[in-house]
């Protein structure tokens, strides 16, 4: 999981430390969709995988925004 590694850390050290974490599960979870998808070629595993994941990112959508704080 690299995706961390492009944010600078004067904005990493802001994010909220509960939205750190269900960034780093969800792209866990995504993860093992990938290797699942890949080793069981079950489509409806995917989709429950998938479904599961999509709901970290709903809350995260619903909970946490970016404020312009130059206004």
Do not use: W
Request: glycine residues 2%.
């Amino acid at each position: 999981m690299t995706a961390e590694a492009d944010v600078p850390g004067t904005l990493f050290r802001k994010i909220p430390l509960e939205m750190k974490k269900l960034g780093f599960d969800t792209r866990q979870k995504f993860d093992e969709i990938a290797i699942d998808a890949e080793r069981l070629k079950d489509s409806q595993h995917t989709i429950k995988q998938l479904s599961t994941a999509m709901n970290n990112c709903i809350a995260c959508h619903a909970t946490y925004r970016f404020a312009d704080t130059e206004k």
